[in-house]
């Protein structure tokens, strides 16, 4: 028997879009950037300052609001989520002064700290066990194509206007889909009107969720493996959100065209980018036992293609070769990602595993932007871009590195097992 698929057409693709606008008014500010910087006389680093100060939100509403999704309504907090994200999108082309545009991104990222949690309770309400890494990786491939359709779009509107402009129509976008989202959307298929019986029966019966959670946070913070996974995606982080908020920046400076042509060749890099996300995800999923291999070889392509941009790089094709060589990279490893993280706990620590990572490579989201800036001060982008080379670098050493010493161990032990040997899948 064939079972329907709103799951999918509907559920799914709200998640998607929801995620899509959400990544737009978060990332919009960075094709603004090289006007706000001489209407409002910015420094390359309080510049930086500005571009980090969305995430000074984001990271404090992680946590508290996966509590509030569990226990309450996932739905209206999501609902919550984009009026303030439509309303702060709408301000953030308002307000005149510095400081009030601090205020503004920061209240943004308070509200939008708040989605992927409770995007978390739709992934396990929503759909059988065995479909959530394909839902994941739908919502999550809102991240390059919100930056290859709001690019172009964005400097249209702001060649064409002016960037106040721009960030009200763009802001207006989350406070539309909101209606859509409260009309539409449930917080399970029993609290669902439109579901047919076959689809609601099917999930219910495949959406094995494992045991509940029994003192796992204080396990999951015990446990060196979630610190050195959390440290690998602080260092990705900061080079990924860098990456997409200075590329504007650069490509303004690199070719000296108008902010229209910026917005187009702003979007290039992100287009291979979300097509190497997708193929590296189903490449890791037919080798599962190599996962790590499709996280840490992306990741160097991409450190290295930074690297070498900022020491072979001189015309604005052989820069633009380098910086889509470094999106694949930097974007094509989400896909085996958190499949591969989550494997090495058990799944009633995955939640608060999930969590304490995001928490801390979310930072990256602050210290990166603000690391490019100063490192540029006084000099050109490139200057602070090649920095996140090493970022990423780092990180796919610390995945290899892991990798390599959790497999001898696992060898040595499998050759000399011991009665009390667990092993966790």
């Known amino acids: 028997m064939s079972i329907p698929k709103a799951r999918w057409y509907r559920i799914g693709l709200l998640l998607f879009l929801t995620y899509l606008v959400a990544f737009v008014d978060r990332s919009n500010i960075g094709m603004a950037a090289p006007i706000m910087v001489k209407s409002l006389g910015l420094s390359a680093t309080t510049t930086g300052v500005l571009l980090s100060s969305f995430f000074w939100g984001y990271v404090i509403t992680q946590i508290p609001s996966g509590l509030l999704a569990s226990k309450y309504s996932a739905k209206t907090i999501i609902v919550a989520s984009l009026f303030f994200l439509g309303l702060t999108g709408i301000l953030t082309g308002i307000v005149k002064s510095y400081d009030m545009l601090l205020t503004v991104r920061f209240i943004m990222g308070l509200a939008e700290g708040v989605l992927w949690p409770a995007f978390a309770v739709y992934f396990i309400n929503w759909y059988a066990s065995h479909e959530r890494a394909r839902a994941i990786n739908f919502s999550e491939m809102s991240l390059p194509i919100s930056s290859i359709i709001m690019a172009p779009l964005a400097g249209w509107m702001i060649e064409n206007w002016n960037y106040h402009v721009m960030f009200i129509l763009q802001g207006s ?129 991409g450190g290295i293609a930074l690297v070498l941009q900022h020491v072979m790089g001189g015309s604005l ?76 670098i780092l990180g796919a050493i610390i995945v290899f590195s892991f990798n390599a010493v959790w497999k001898s161990k696992n060898s040595k032990q499998n050759a000399h097992p011991t009665a009390k040997q667990i092993s966790i899948k």
């Not at 298929?189 to 969720?209: A, G, L, M, V």
């Not at 917005?263 to 980018?273: E, H, M, N, S, Y």
């Not at 969590?355 to 000099?379: E, R, T």
Request: hydrophobic fraction near 50%.
């Open 173 to 301: 976008l989350p406070i539309i889909l909101a209606f859509f989202f409260m009309g539409f959307a449930s917080d399970s298929p029993e609290k669902d009107r439109f579901i047919s019986k076959e689809e609601r029966e099917y999930i219910q019966k495949n959406r094995y969720t494992g045991v509940k959670e029994n003192g796992s946070f204080l396990e999951v913070i015990g446990n060196y493996r979630a610190w050195i996974f959390s440290l690998v995606y602080f260092l990705w982080i900061t080079g990924l959100y860098s990456f997409g908020l200075w590329m504007p920046s650069l490509m303004k400076e690199l070719s000296s065209k108008g902010i229209g042509t910026v917005g187009w060749l702003t979007a290039i890099p992100f287009v291979l980018a979300a097509v190497s996300m997708y193929i590296n995800a189903s490449w890791a999923d037919k080798h599962k036992e190599k996962r790590a291999f499709f996280i840490a070889i992306p990741l160097a392509i």
């Open 317 to 392: 094709a052989m820069n633009l070769v380098f910086l889509i060589i470094a999106g694949i990279g930097i974007y094509a490893a989400f896909g085996p990602w958190w499949a591969w993280a989550m494997s090495f706990f058990p799944n009633n620590q995955a939640g608060t595993l999930n969590g304490l990572i995001n928490l801390c490579g979310n930072f990256g989201g602050i210290v990166g932007p603000i690391i490019v800036g100063a490192v540029a001060q006084g000099k050109n982008l490139l200057e602070g871009f090649y920095v996140l080379g090493f970022f990423l």
